[in-house]
């Protein structure tokens, strides 16, 4: 996958992986050489964001944009006035790393106005086996609600079908096939199926991102 343009937009509803893959398309482009801002506005979830890899994801050359102190791991709207810096900067690739679900729509709302429209590309991520993701025609009112809040054309979807370690290649065929049904519902491509963790599998219906899980649990911290 070829990310083009300035602002890469990853949403879609809680728990579909979002965060994993803005953490490595970020890191994927700084190993091209560019650097990059990765804007972390999810006021949705206290677990599982961005902006707690900051330590280390500065020091491989990516700067996290979130609150910093009493207000790091506040659920409040809060949007750091130095994001639109680096918007502006043309030496910055920017991800925004958006929360799930209508709040998160509605911040991301808020800076849409601010943002070069031309130059962003807005991924929605979804999980198959997520309960948002039961037919095909739930996935996509979830689909068109969150892009008429977000006030966001969605460019492409991205099948990030899995099961955590229990994910075999078969599971993420299934999340192919569902996808396939749902881009052509609602008329919008998929940009590609992300592979975690040096899963074995060849690409079938779609381009694959291979991805590696920086969000680890405390129990896989301890392995």
């Known amino acids: 996958m070829n990310f083009t343009k300035k602002i890469l937009i990853f949403m879609g509803m809680f728990g579909s992986g979002k965060t994993e893959i803005a953490l490595n398309v970020s ?11 990765l804007a972390d506005i999810d006021t949705v979830s206290p677990y599982y964001r961005s902006r707690d890899m900051r330590d280390s994801f500065e020091q491989l050359g990516i700067k996290i944009i979130a609150p910093k102190g009493k207000l790091a791991n506040a659920d409040l709207p809060i949007i750091p006035p130095e994001i639109f810096g680096y918007v502006e900067n043309p030496e ?11 709040d998160g729509a509605v911040v991301l709302s808020s800076l849409s106005s ?11 991520v979804l999980n198959r086996f997520r309960p948002f993701n039961d037919t095909v025609e739930n ?28 994910t075999i ?15 052509e519902k609602v008329s919008v491509p998929v940009a590609f199926t992300v592979v975690m963790n040096g899963l074995n599998r060849e690409p079938r219906l779609f381009e694959q991102l291979e991805i590696k899980k920086y969000m680890l649990n405390p129990w896989e911290v301890e392995q």
């Open 27 to 37: 890191r994927l482009l700084t190993k091209k050489g560019e650097r990059v801002a």
């Open 92 to 102: 910055f690739r920017v991800v925004l790393d958006v929360g799930g679900s209508d």
């Open 139 to 166: 996935a996509a009112s979830h689909f068109f609600r969150l892009q008429e809040k977000s006030r966001m054309k969605i460019n492409y979807l991205v099948n990030n079908t899995n099961i955590g370690p229990e």
């Open 169 to 183: 290649s078969e599971t993420i065929d299934k999340g192919e096939e569902f996808v396939k049904q749902l881009s």
């Open 114 to 124: 601010r943002l070069p429209y031309d130059n962003c590309e807005t991924f929605y």
